[in-house]
């Protein structure tokens, strides 16, 4: 099911959208759709990765130092 909606898009970015719209012969909606449903691909395949980092435990562990703050 589809929803009609209202949006203020930038001259410029309305421009560009027309013209590979053209190129591409998709209608507006089809290239706004295709773009937002890659922006939202992208952000969960973001917030679905393991943050990891360079460093690496170089020492001795305390509980009592740990734990005592």
Do not use: C, W
Request: hydrophobic residues 35%; glycine residues 4%; proline residues 1%.
């Amino acid at each position: 099911m589809k929803s009609h909606i209202s949006a203020t898009i930038d001259d410029r970015l309305l421009e560009e959208l027309n013209r590979f719209g053209q190129e591409e012969r998709r209608s507006r909606s089809q290239l706004i759709e295709l773009a937002l449903e890659e922006f939202l691909r992208n952000r969960a395949a973001r917030m679905d990765e393991i943050v990891i980092s360079p460093g690496r435990f170089d020492g001795r562990f305390s509980r009592e130092e740990t734990y005592a703050r």
